[in-house]
């Protein structure tokens, strides 16, 4: 089963730059089978990295950014992949 964990989190205005640096920097202690970042309006980043495993396994996910950097906690949702159509 492939496993989806999906990270998104919003900066505080105008820094939407560093906090895509900051992600993109940070290292798992595993390899997942793919990983993809993104940015959006509002100074947003979004990070999914895909795994072999289920939603119970317990799996490397990014850290919470620097406490000044964001204007709300960190968005976490794992999703469970069901195929391609």
Known sequence: MTLTLMWEARAVHGRGGELLEWARA?????????????????????VL?????????????????????????VHRWRFTSHGLS
């Not at 202690?29 to 980043?45: H, N, S, Y």
């Open 49 to 73: 990295t895909w795994w072999d495993g289920d939603a119970a396994d317990d799996l490397p996910e990014l850290p919470e950014p620097p406490a000044g950097l964001l204007t709300r906690p």
């Open 26 to 46: 940070q290292r798992l202690p595993a390899q997942p089978l793919r990983r993809e970042t993104f940015t959006a309006d509002q100074d947003r980043v979004l």
